[in-house]
């Protein structure tokens, strides 16, 4: 059974920091990309940051500069450090998984970012 558990999300004031975590477990293969998405009420869900296994980074522009994305291949973990937060950042996070033929989300987790 394919999981993606996400953690770390919560209540912070704007300028703070929050670190998420999304292990997956139950795949078989290698994950060639892993990310996250957000989704804010009322809006679509949207790229927040991806990462390859290569290393390769994609960053959405509204995010560049404070928040990191890092992954440990091993354990099949993707984190999200997440600095300088301010309530537009406000949202459900997803983590994301995506093998050659398909693709996993976690159950989401939300950031309230309050001003």
């Known amino acids: 059974q394919v999981q993606l558990v996400e953690s770390g999300g919560g209540l912070v004031q704007s300028g703070g920091s929050l670190r998420l975590s999304c292990a997956a477990s139950?795949?078989?293969?290698?994950?060639?990309?892993m990310g996250w998405y957000r989704q804010a009420p009322g809006k679509q869900r949207e790229l927040v940051a991806t990462m390859t296994s290569g290393g390769n980074i994609n960053v959405v522009d509204s995010v560049k500069g404070r928040f990191t994305i890092s992954r440990d291949n091993a354990k099949n973990t993707v984190y999200l450090q997440m600095n300088s937060l301010k309530s537009e950042d406000t949202a459900v996070y997803y983590c994301n998984a995506q093998l050659p033929t398909k693709a996993y989300w976690g159950q989401g987790t939300q950031v309230t970012v309050s001003s």
């Open positions: 139950g795949i078989i293969g290698r994950i060639y990309i």
